[in-house]
Nanobody, 123 residues
């Protein structure tokens, strides 16, 4: 069992930045960030491989978000810049601990999830 503990998030004005953190209690392979806004389906945001050498992003982010990880701390980060009110959502980190296959943007690939953290962007 792996526990994912999220931190960061909160309220920010449009155009501002936030960094989310997700600390895992054990070793993980690929990790990802998703978000869920009211009335919308959960959206894939970003993925990083264990080494951090491969990262993928949702096209709609247009380079505003950056995923990174520090394996010495078992932690993955999501740096969010140029935030917009449309980014308001609950953000979740997710982790895989074995190679179950599946696309990196598919939430079914991940066995463990953080508790979610609210990000609210005011206009």
């Amino acid at each position: 069992q792996v526990q994912l503990v999220q931190s960061g998030g909160g309220l920010v004005q449009a155009g501002g930045s936030l960094t989310l953190s997700c600390a895992a209690s054990g070793r993980t392979l690929g990790m990802a960030w998703f978000r869920h806004a009211p009335g919308r389906q959960r959206q894939f945001l970003a993925f990083t491989s264990r080494s951090g050498g491969n990262s993928y992003y949702a096209d709609f982010l247009k380079g505003r978000f950056t995923i990174s990880r520090d394996n010495s701390k078992n932690t993955v980060y999501l740096q969010m810049n140029s935030l917009e009110p449309e980014d308001t959502a609950v953000y979740y980190c997710a982790a895989e601990v074995s190679n179950n296959g599946g696309a990196y943007y598919n939430d079914r690939r991940y066995s463990y999830w953080g508790h979610g953290t609210q990000v609210t962007v005011s206009s």
